[in-house]
């Protein structure tokens, strides 16, 4: 058996990824319709506005194929703060380190923007448990939760890095 082909990682959007993102999002089984068609809105902004959309993207591809993706930009009113907005790996490549390999490229080019502080939002419910570790895992801290964010019961827990070179 041959070792699967290196993942390529691109930050061009194309008007294909539209489908790409929506599949891999869907593919996950973890998000609900209106956050699915957020994940596409956000190519569709990107590829109408450029970079003055204020998202920047991070695709794995493999063998012509895209496995999954990330979406980062400046948090308006800071300086030089990020915040992650998705990461999304195809169900059948998680657990493969494509998710690592995209958070260290979002990083990167975070750092390479003279990025400081990236943050990322999440859910405090029990099956956001294993993308809070994941975060943990990379070097990520709890920051801040908030209380009843969501809905009551579930809170938004803030996680932050420190990116600066």
């Known amino acids: 058996m041959t070792a699967p082909l290196p993942l390529v990682l691109r930050d061009t959007v194309t008007e294909a990824d539209i489908e790409q993102v929506k599949r891999i999002v869907v593919s996950t089984g973890f998000f609900a319709e209106y956050e699915i068609d957020i994940a596409v809105e956000l190519v569709e902004e990107r590829l109408a506005k450029g970079e003055k959309s ?14 999954g993706y990330s979406c980062y930009g400046p948090i308006a009113c800071t300086e030089n703060r990020f915040d992650l907005y998705w990461i999304a790996v195809d169900k059948e490549y998680q657990n493969e380190g494509v998710g690592k390999i995209l958070l260290r490229g979002s990083e990167e080019r975070i750092a390479a923007l003279k990025g400081e502080k990236v943050y990322v939002e ?44």
């Open 54 to 67: 204020g998202y920047f993207f991070v695709f794995a591809d493999r063998n012509g194929k895209t496995l």
């Open 122 to 165: 999440t859910s405090s419910r029990e099956e956001y448990l294993p993308t809070r570790s994941f975060y943990l895992r990379c070097g990520y801290r709890v920051d801040a939760e908030q209380k009843d964010f969501y809905k009551k019961g579930d809170n938004k827990v803030v996680l932050v890095k420190d990116v600066s070179v």
